[in-house]
């Protein structure tokens, strides 16, 4: 039951999926923390089902991705949440405080869970409890949950458990001793030298931990540490914030007392008695962490330890250093909002490059010369700042290998994953929203397309069933397809769940009007639940996202042949190189990508055959004509020099050539999304504003091209 994986070129081997942890666990940490909040604001009375759907949908989105990397854990506990909320959405439970708490509970866990696989040294925790208790829960038990969590609320037990785990590494034999020393930097020129030797200890796990001590002594600072590293070791990793020479260490046993080290510092501050020194610095992470969890949450204190390293990978400092100088985490909007202002930028830079083509050269040399430097200059920026959110489909097609083998190990079949289209780049933002829907509609090929081996063989196909994913620009969208060679739609059997669904359906709906029943939420064709699908939660937030972005969604059947699901996605924002064209008075923009050439023609070259349809033919070969003049309706007034230049243009592996009157030149333009600020026009797939403040359509020439084919 083995499953290989291959694209376009040739089989790939084994694909290293730790790049893809950091997007992980952040992703999963928002999910986190959108759901503690969700349930912290649940109204147990008044509790509607999109606030219910919108907390399943977080724990099956941290489910599905840590499914994908293999945390077994993580995925378990995430499947009996899963359990008990799906219940709770679907009205067969009523929710009720001990299930918030134990949902709260999990969510603490889960964190735990997370940093011990970002490689955090605190033990994991124990979810056995838990998930006995979501298990009675889900059972309707709820009597005999709530005795067991009724201690919750005495602070002391949740403070007191922390101290045994820290000592757990140094008490193991194969560990060096612990050493307690004093660590005096000077003197310094920036006090965030010290700040960064804090963050030293907080980010590499085993360290050791650090407090600061208050020290008389201008430019210096002095701190207690404990740790099992040598004085080498240490002065070795803090020389990328510090220089050598301005690192003493002293054994603090035999150090002078000192007024530097009063004998009332705590690092508890006066609030909790014989507490263990954080790896964080105190005065920062002790009263944020523990001070509100006893109002809210208590436990979630006990997850404090390993939330405070999140990077506890024990890698060396100067990787860490590096790592952190050489990025910049920015807000999307602040990145949207410069997109949009270069965007501004190449329009104004256009209009004063058409209104200096009437200027004397002679005369404005220095300003045309500038104004030269102004175009290449813009050039140069908008490139650069599109390239910042531009991101190539290989980053999200990678994960789904090791997912589908997995999956298919599991089912007991056999499954190709292909790939096409890897070097597609598409905008962050896009492929952070739809990687989320691909994972749904692969899991779904795999376990309802793709049908066991053997029944394969009996219908004569092969064993091993396919998966093949692509992507590529069709015109001005994004066209992103599953397509699997297994068992197809059965139209009857969607027929009938509908019915028991009670969604309104009849015998004399259009095959493709059946099958977008199953985005319907909650349909599912599955007979028995299980952790891989069967709820009828998936494909409804495949339709919901991609709705988000103004995509569209089109699926294509044949029963015992396969089935394609086809996600098109609109350009929201985008700069392009295009051909602009004139007929009458109108002008419109082609896709520099499309065009092919341009040819002058005579009216006597242009054949007419059935049904008004127009050939031309060009060295050999015969290629449909379009008159932009009559898809568009434009008016005219001057019919001389009237559609005498042909352009072709190519998309979808078909040539047409469009009847203009005349070649406006190449130049970049920036789309503007046309739906989002009027609808849908056919045909086209954006417009832009020219130099002189006008505004054109840009062509959609796939849509020309299925326009000429019927």
């Known amino acids: 039951m083995g499953v290989s994986m291959q694209d376009n070129h040739s089989s790939s081997g084994s694909i290293d999926l730790s790049q893809f942890y950091e997007i992980f666990f952040e992703e999963a940490g928002e999910n986190l923390d959108q759901m503690e909040q969700m349930l912290l604001d649940l109204d147990l009375e008044t509790a509607d089902d999109e606030e219910l759907n919108a907390i399943f949908r977080c724990a099956h989105s941290i489910k599905g991705g840590s499914a994908t990397f293999g945390f077994a854990d993580v995925a378990e506990l995430t499947h009996q949440m899963e359990s008990l909320l799906d219940k709770l959405r679907r009205h067969e439970l009523k929710p009720t405080s001990p299930m918030v708490d134990v949902l709260l509970e999990s969510s603490d866990a889960l964190r735990g869970l997370l940093a011990r696989h970002q490689g955090s040294d605190a033990a994991p925790p124990d979810t056995s409890g838990l998930v006995d208790r979501i298990r009675r829960l889900a059972a309707g038990e709820a009597a005999v949950v709530t005795t067991v969590a009724t201690p919750r609320p005495a602070p002391q037990v949740v403070v007191a458990p922390p101290p045994p785990p820290p000592p757990a590494p140094i008490a193991d034999a194969s560990q060096p001793a612990n050493r307690q020393l004093h660590l005096r930097i000077g003197p310094l020129d920036h006090p965030e030298q010290a700040d960064a030797i804090l963050e030293l200890f907080r980010d590499i796990a085993g360290l050791g931990t650090i407090r600061p001590l208050p020290t008389a002594e201008p430019g210096m600072r002095l701190f207690a540490v404990e740790t099992t590293s040598s004085d080498s070791d240490l002065i070795d990793l803090m020389a990328f914030h510090v220089a050598k020479e301005q690192v003493h260490i002293s054994d603090a046993a035999t150090a002078a007392p000192s007024a530097a080290e009063p004998a009332t510092e705590d690092p508890g501050f006066g609030l909790f008695e014989d507490l263990p020194v954080s790896a964080a610095p105190a005065p920062t992470a002790a009263p944020t962490v523990a001070m509100p969890a006893p109002v809210t949450t208590p436990s979630a204190v006990i997850s404090s330890p390993p939330a405070a390293t999140p990077k506890a990978d024990a890698k060396p400092a100067a990787q860490a250093a590096q790592l952190e100088s050489s990025t910049l985490r920015v807000s999307v909007s602040k990145v949207d909002q410069l997109i949009n202002l270069v965007g501004e930028l190449v329009i104004t830079q256009a209009m004063l490059a058409q209104n200096s083509r009437a200027l004397d050269p002679v005369l404005n040399q220095q300003l045309l010369a500038g104004l030269a430097d102004l175009d290449r200059n813009t050039r140069d920026l908008q490139e650069s700042v599109m390239s910042i959110r531009m991101i190539p489909m290989s980053v999200v097609f990678s994960r789904f290998p ?199 023609v005579k009216s006597g070259e242009v054949n007419t055959v059935a049904q008004g349809a127009q050939l031309v033919k060009v060295r050999d070969e015969y290629m449909p004509v379009i008159e932009l003049e009559r898809v568009f309706d434009v008016p005219r007034t001057d019919h001389t020099n009237a559609n005498t230049i042909m352009v072709v243009i190519e998309a979808e592996g078909s040539r047409v050539a469009v009847m203009v009157d005349e070649l406006l030149g190449q130049q970049q333009v920036v789309i503007k999304n046309l739906e989002s600020n009027y609808r849908k026009v056919p045909n086209v797939s954006g417009a832009t504003i020219l130099g002189d403040g006008k505004v054109a359509l840009i062509l959609d020439t796939s849509g020309l091209i299925r326009r000429s084919r019927h």
């Not at 309104?504 to 699908?533: H, K, Q, R, Y």
């Open 402 to 600: 090791r997912m589908l083998r997995d999956l298919a190990g599991k089912l007991g079949k056999k499954v190709e994953l292909i790939t096409h289209g890897e070097a597609t780049e598409l905008d962050k933002g896009l492929i952070e929203k739809i990687t989320d829907p691909l994972t749904h509609l692969i899991r779904n090929s795999c376990d309802h397309g793709i049908e066991m081996p053997d029944v394969r063989a009996s219908k004569g196909k092969p064993e091993v069933g396919t998966v093949t994913l692509s992507a590529a620009h069709q015109g001005g969208s994004i066209l992103i397809e599953v397509k699997d060679d297994g068992r197809g739609l059965n139209r009857e059997k969607l027929l009938d769940k509908a019915r028991e669904k009670g969604i309104d359906v009849s015998g004399n709906m259009t095959d493709s009007e059946v099958w977008m029943l199953i985005f319907a939420p909650g349909f599912s064709t599955a007979d028995v639940v299980t952790d891989v699908s069967g709820r009828g939660v998936g494909m409804d937030v495949v339709k919901k996202n991609i709705a988000a972005l103004n995509g569209t969604v089109e699926i294509e059947s044949r029963e015992g042949k396969g089935m394609k699901v086809m996600v098109r996605l609109p350009l929201t924002l985008a700069i392009m190189d295009g051909m602009s064209v004139r007929v009458a008075n109108e002008v419109y923009i082609l896709p520099l990508s499309s065009v092919v050439e341009s040819f002058q």
